[in-house]
């Protein structure tokens, strides 16, 4: 039963890692190196809050923090794809950028200082709907159906992007726009547009991530809120080889990592350590993965280089 | 053409300027009042709804507001990391700004503040400092408020709550100010329910709500039915609630967290100390090198007011404590016999600790689950 409870907070914990993931992995296959996923993060957790609080609506939540999410990742694409700036100093102004954002607007919500502002009840009744007769299997019901709707809309937008990106092709054309612009360029492909549109959808993923955590997960406006989440999922879409389906674990494997720091505090290996765990295992799973090169498993190979038609 | 439009704007700047000159010194002269200006350095974010910035902000603003302080006299400064020199160009920029009282809000500002009201070129400015030892005999004081005579009162609150004998307690960083919290509350929470025992869980970070509620959930999940928090934020308020166990807030008063869960709240009562301060510094009557430790009798902490939710006899039991403390009668590590987890005796019948040794404490009290590195 205990460990119900422990996948059950695991899974809550994992899934914005989850979408940020995703939404790096969109940008990277479209051979951009987003280093604003966590500014992206709070840019969503804000829309989704003060919609959430001005409208009572879910949908309507979600869809603010997509575009707003998207909204951010628009602003780093002008500046890569169309300007043509450096990723890296464009990424990290994004988280900058996004995280002030989210704090200025955040703290107008608020109307005075010190005035409290939350998610109303009837918001978070309506996200934490669950499946009635599922949930109260024993054992299992908590662990796989006791779940807000939200983590399953997540995991089958993981699956489908998966789907996308793999099988379809559009999601060839956007591997080649990855792998090489000119070659995709030479063979038709508009480069520009395949970036722009998927940055942007990677936008949405984090907006996404963001709105789980403020107006699902935390209910409170705190300026705090993400928390590093963001640069979790920059780091573990290595861990993932740039494959949705991998991020489902890699975000699981942390998510759980990071609650057996908090279960054994009280045993004799120093708490030092074991908070250490989330990002040992990630650091040795990253070893792993790049000592056996495959070709399928590697960063697009264009990623981080800004394309520029002239230069061929 | 833009030669003209230089012209002016130039015009314009200068003017600007000249009228800006004439507004300052109209305040006339002799009002103790006007001449203050008042600067203040947070740890954290004033707009957050719950936290210890928070509160020393509402204390400040309601000091200032009942004694005529205008808000234009408050300078503020958020979220100055404490880690290293770099606050200290934030005190000194304060300064710069005119500021003649200076107030530094977390531990660490300690050893930078005491180099600034060291220094000669600042023996006319006053400095307060919360939660830190640092003081001189010309400009310097500190202050603290004694919370775990808050947590005593809380933990009574807890032990008549609980069912599961259970009770988890989210707490920040391993050091002497939240030990003494978790001790108190225990002890607190031992004085009505015995066999009940506080189950610790480290967060090291002081604000990161999603670490603080899933910290909240493991110990849920592991049968607590009542929790409580040493952190910044109300996460932990809210994952009881959502988990429909009992809660007890810190800082501010948390009933607006965890809702119709509220038990009640550890508090904060700044704004008296911040009143009586402004007022001896208006007076002239301000003094340099206390170490003020304010507990329950002077107002600086208190209990928040219990919600429904509490055992029945609870009210009656809290009263009664809280007038001991009033009157001087009891204290929490004072004349009874107080073991550690190891059974060794702390404090016997006719023994207590000093303030020397609740300011160093770096043990745990029987009946608490939970190490410290």
Same mark, same amino acid.
């Given at each position: 039963?205990?460990?119900a409870?422990?996948?059950y907070?695991?899974v809550?914990?994992?899934?914005?890692?989850?979408?940020?993931?995703?939404?790096?992995?969109?940008?990277e $296959?479209?051979?951009n190196?987003?280093?604003g996923?966590?500014?992206?993060m709070?840019?969503?957790?804000?829309?989704g809050?003060?919609?959430a609080?001005?409208?009572?609506?879910v949908?309507?939540t979600?869809i603010?923090?997509?575009?707003?999410?998207?909204?951010g990742?628009?602003?780093?694409?002008?500046?890569?794809?169309s300007?043509?700036?450096?990723?890296v100093?464009?990424?990290?102004?994004l988280?900058i950028?996004?995280q002030?954002?989210?704090r200025f607007l955040?703290?107008?919500?608020?109307?005075?200082?010190?005035e409290?502002?939350?998610?109303?009840?009837?918001?978070?009744?309506?996200?934490?709907w669950?499946?009635?007769?599922?949930k109260?299997?024993?054992?299992?019901?908590?662990?796989?159906?006791?779940?807000d709707?939200?983590i399953?809309?997540?995991i089958?937008?993981v699956v489908?992007?998966?789907?996308?990106i793999?099988?379809?092709?559009?999601?060839l054309n956007?591997?080649a726009?990855?792998?090489?612009?000119a070659a995709?360029?030479?063979?038709? /492909?508009n480069?520009?547009?395949?970036?722009?549109?998927h940055?942007?959808?990677?936008?949405?993923?984090?907006?996404?991530?963001?709105?789980y955590?403020?107006v699902?997960?935390?209910t409170?406006?705190?300026?705090?809120m993400?928390?590093?989440?963001?640069w979790i999922? =920059?780091a573990?879409?290595?861990?993932?080889?740039?494959?949705?389906?991998?991020?489902?674990?890699?975000s699981l494997?942390?998510? /759980?990592?990071s609650?057996?720091?908090?279960?054994?505090?009280?045993?004799?290996i120093s708490?030092?350590?074991l &908070?250490?765990?989330?990002?040992? =295992?990630?650091?040795?799973?990253?070893?792993i993965?790049?000592?056996?090169?495959?070709?399928?498993?590697?960063?697009?190979?264009?990623?981080?280089?800004?394309?520029?038609?002239?230069e061929? | 053409?833009?030669?003209?439009m230089?012209?002016?704007?130039v015009?314009?700047?200068?003017?600007l300027?000249?009228?800006?000159?004439?507004?300052g010194?109209?305040d006339?002269?002799?009002?103790?009042?006007?001449?203050?200006?008042?600067g =203040?350095?947070?740890i954290?974010n004033?707009?957050?709804?719950v936290?210890?910035?928070t509160e020393?902000?509402?204390?400040?603003?309601?000091?200032?507001k !009942?004694l005529?302080i205008? &808000?234009s006299?408050i300078l503020?400064?958020?979220e100055?990391?404490?880690n290293?020199?770099?606050?200290?160009?934030?005190f000194?920029?304060?300064?710069?700004?005119?500021?003649?009282?200076i107030?530094?809000?977390?531990?660490?500002?300690?050893t930078?503040?005491?180099d600034?009201?060291?220094?000669p070129?600042?023996?006319?400015?006053i400095?307060m400092?919360?939660?830190?030892?640092y003081?001189?005999?010309v400009?310097?004081?500190n202050?603290?408020g004694?919370?775990?005579q808050a947590?005593?009162?809380?933990?009574?609150?807890?032990?008549?709550k609980? &069912?599961t004998? $259970?009770?988890g307690?989210?707490a920040?960083?391993?050091?002497?100010?939240?030990?003494?919290?978790?001790n108190?509350?225990?002890?607190?929470?031992k004085?009505?329910?015995?066999?009940?025992e506080?189950?610790?869980r480290?967060?090291?970070?002081?604000?990161?709500?999603s670490?603080?509620?899933?910290?909240?959930?493991t110990l849920i999940?592991?049968?607590?039915?009542?929790?409580?928090?040493?952190?910044?934020?109300d996460?932990?308020q809210?994952?009881a609630?959502?988990n429909?166990?009992w809660?007890?807030?810190?800082?501010?008063?948390m009933?607006? !967290?965890?809702?119709?869960y509220?038990?009640?709240s550890?508090?904060w009562?700044?704004?008296?100390?911040?009143?009586?301060?402004?007022?001896?510094i208006?007076?002239?009557?301000?003094?340099?090198? *206390?170490a003020?430790?304010?507990?329950i009798?002077?107002?600086?902490v208190?209990?928040?007011?219990?919600?429904?939710n509490v055992?029945?006899?609870t009210?009656?039991?809290?009263?009664e *404590?809280l007038?001991?403390f009033?009157?001087?009668?009891?204290d929490v590590?004072?004349?009874y016999e107080?073991?550690?987890?190891?059974g060794?005796v $702390?404090v016997?019948?006719d023994?207590?600790l000093?303030?020397?040794?609740?300011?160093?404490m770096?043990?745990?009290?029987e009946?608490v689950?939970g190490?410290?590195?």
């Open positions: 039963m205990i460990i409870s422990y996948i907070i695991a809550r914990v994992s899934i914005p890692v989850l979408l940020g993931i995703t939404g790096a992995i969109f940008n $296959k479209a051979g190196t987003n280093l996923i966590e500014g992206m709070y840019m969503g957790a804000f829309a809050f003060y919609t609080v001005a409208t009572n609506s949908i309507m979600l603010a923090a997509c575009l707003f999410g998207a909204f990742a628009l602003i780093y694409a002008f500046a890569t794809v300007l043509r700036t450096n990723q100093v464009a990424g990290l102004s988280t950028f996004g002030g954002v989210a955040g703290n107008t919500l608020s109307g005075g200082k010190g409290s502002v939350r998610i109303p009840d009837a918001v978070t009744q309506k996200v934490s669950k499946i009635p007769v599922l109260d299997i024993p054992f299992l019901g908590r662990a796989l159906f006791g779940y709707m939200i399953y809309l997540s089958v937008l489908i992007a998966y789907f996308y793999n099988k379809t092709r559009t999601g956007l591997r726009v990855g792998e090489n612009p995709a360029d030479a063979a038709g /492909i480069v520009s547009l395949y970036k722009y549109v940055i942007c959808i990677g936008g949405a993923f984090c907006g996404l991530a963001g709105a955590i403020g699902v997960y935390l409170t406006w705190g300026n705090n993400i928390a590093g989440k963001g999922a =920059v573990l879409v290595i861990f993932a080889s740039w494959n949705p389906l991998k991020a489902i674990y890699g494997l942390f998510g /759980i990592t609650l057996i720091a908090l279960r054994f505090q009280d045993s004799p708490p030092y350590l &908070e250490m765990l989330p990002y040992l =295992v990630t650091v040795i799973i990253l070893v993965t790049s000592v056996k090169i495959k070709k399928e498993n590697q960063q697009p190979a264009s990623c981080g280089v800004n394309y520029f038609r002239e061929r | 053409m833009y030669k003209k230089i012209l002016v704007m015009a314009i700047v200068m003017a300027s000249v009228f800006s000159g004439c507004t010194d109209n006339g002269d002799g009002d103790a009042v006007s001449k203050l200006k008042i =203040v350095v947070y954290g004033i707009s957050e709804p936290g210890f910035s020393h902000y509402k204390g400040i603003m309601a000091a200032a !009942s005529g205008k &808000e006299q503020q400064r958020e100055v990391s404490d290293d020199e770099s606050c200290k160009e934030v000194e920029s304060l300064i710069a700004n005119g500021c003649n009282v107030i530094g809000t977390s531990y660490g500002y300690g930078y503040m005491n600034l009201a060291n220094d070129a600042y023996k006319d400015i400095f400092h919360c939660s830190g030892e003081k001189n005999d400009n310097f004081s202050f603290f004694r919370m775990y947590r005593y009162l809380t933990g009574i609150v807890a032990g008549l609980t &069912e004998n $259970k009770i307690y989210v920040a960083v391993g050091i002497p100010e939240v030990i003494r919290g978790i108190a509350f225990t002890l607190g929470v004085s009505v329910n015995p066999d009940a506080v189950i610790v480290w967060t090291n970070t002081w604000g990161n709500p670490i603080e509620k899933s910290t909240a959930e999940s592991e049968g607590c039915d009542v929790i409580t928090q040493h952190q910044d934020t996460a932990a809210i994952a609630r959502e429909k166990v809660a007890i807030g810190y800082h501010s008063d009933a607006v !967290s965890s809702k119709e509220n038990l009640t550890a508090i009562n700044l704004e008296a100390y911040y009143e009586q301060q402004f007022t001896d208006i007076n002239g009557e301000w003094k340099p090198g *206390v003020y430790w304010g507990g009798k002077e107002g600086v208190d209990i928040a007011p219990l919600s429904d055992a029945e006899g009210q009656a039991k809290v009263d *404590v007038a001991k009033k009157d001087g009668s009891f590590f004072a004349n107080i073991k550690d987890q190891d060794n $702390k016997t019948a023994t207590k000093t303030d020397e040794e609740l300011l160093s770096m043990w745990f009290v009946g689950v190490t410290i590195d």
